[in-house]
């Protein structure tokens, strides 16, 4: 059975999009079409034709609709040591803070939940963070929810 034949949920999407990214080596980036409700993930390393674009379903449920997996990784991948955190691992950790503020479980949780690979003594560096900056992403959601909460209550 192939993950494009059924829908999924929002944690399977982040799931699969988290293996794609440890088998390419390097993190995804997105594009979002909201007036096709897709969005589409491409390989970031440079010329790789790797990708997939999935359709945004009601009810939190995804549907991959086309999925390229061939990866060509033949091109030089420029500062490879500035390397963004993966889009998956900080959209789980998105709602991982607004539903528990718990930050020392935090990576731990996302790891476990996604399947990320960190038994084995090495940890891709897209997924590692330090406690400060979970601290900081975490004051920084509250502080974005508190706000928003308090402008559209007020009258």
């Known amino acids: 059975m ?3 034949d059924h829908e999924l949920t929002y944690i399977e999407l982040l799931k699969y999009g988290v293996q794609q ?3 390419a080596g390097c993190s995804y980036s997105y ?6 409700n897709q969005i589409q993930f491409n390989c ?3 010329n790789c034709p790797c990708r997939f674009l999935v359709d945004t379903l009601p009810d939190d449920k995804y549907h991959i609709r086309k999925c390229i997996n061939t990866h060509n990784h033949s091109a030089p991948f420029p500062n490879k040591s500035q390397q963004i955190t993966s ?4 959209s789980y950790l998105t709602r991982y803070f607004e539903s528990n503020q718990d930050r020392v479980y935090a990576q731990l949780r996302c790891f ?8 084995s003594g090495i940890i891709p560096e897209m997924f590692q963070q330090s406690t400060d900056a979970l601290k900081k992403f975490s004051k920084r ?3 974005i929810n508190t706000r928003f909460s308090t402008l559209f209550t007020q009258h």
């Open 44 to 46: 970031k390393w440079p």
């Open 112 to 119: 476990k939940d996604l399947n990320i690979p960190f038994d």
């Open 141 to 143: 959601l509250h502080a």
């Open 31 to 36: 594009k979002t079409r909201k007036e096709r």
């Open 21 to 23: 990214e440890i088998q």
């Open 87 to 90: 889009y998956f691992y900080r």
């Open 2 to 4: 192939q993950i494009q």
